[in-house]
Nanobody, 125 residues
C-alpha cells in the first residue's frame, strides 16, 4: 500500500506561482513513476505531467509545458509540482498518482494505481 498526501494548494492571482508537494508512504517510492493530474468542476480528470522513477525524465501536457515543472526527491519520498505563470484555467483540484513498481511513465489514468486526496488550486483573474 502507498499513501499519497498532497499539500501546497491555495488561492493565487493570475501570473503567480504555487508549489505543490506530494508525500508518499512506504519504501517503494523510488521504484514508481509519478504523475500529476487535475480536475476542474464539471470536467474529466486530465494529465498534467509525469516523472520517471529516477527523476531523469519528465513530460508534460501541452497546456502546461514551459510553465510547470515536476521534480522528485526520492530520499524524502516526495514529488513536487512547481507551477508558474498561473492562469485562471489552471483552477482545479490537483492530484498526485503513483504507478506500479518498475513501470514506465504514462499519461492515462490507468497507468497509476495509487492516488492522493487532491489539493485545490484556485487562480483568480
Amino acid at each position: 500500500q502507498v499513501q499519497l498526501v498532497e499539500s501546497g494548494g491555495g488561492l493565487v492571482q493570475a501570473g503567480g506561482s504555487l508549489r505543490l508537494s506530494c508525500a508518499a508512504s512506504g519504501r517503494t517510492f523510488g521504484s514508481r513513476a509519478m504523475g500529476w493530474f487535475r480536475q476542474a468542476p464539471g470536467k474529466e480528470r486530465e494529465f498534467v505531467g509525469g516523472i520517471s522513477r529516477s527523476g531523469g525524465g519528465t513530460y508534460y501536457a501541452d497546456s502546461v509545458s514551459g510553465r510547470f515543472t515536476i521534480s522528485r526527491d526520492n530520499a524524502k519520498n516526495t514529488v513536487y509540482l512547481q507551477m508558474n505563470s498561473l492562469k485562471p484555467e489552471d483552477t482545479a483540484v490537483y492530484y498526485c498518482a503513483a504507478g506500479p513498481p518498475y513501470s514506465g511513465t504514462g499519461s492515462s489514468l490507468t497507468a497509476y494505481d495509487y492516488w492522493g486526496q487532491g489539493t485545490q488550486v484556485t487562480v483568480s483573474s
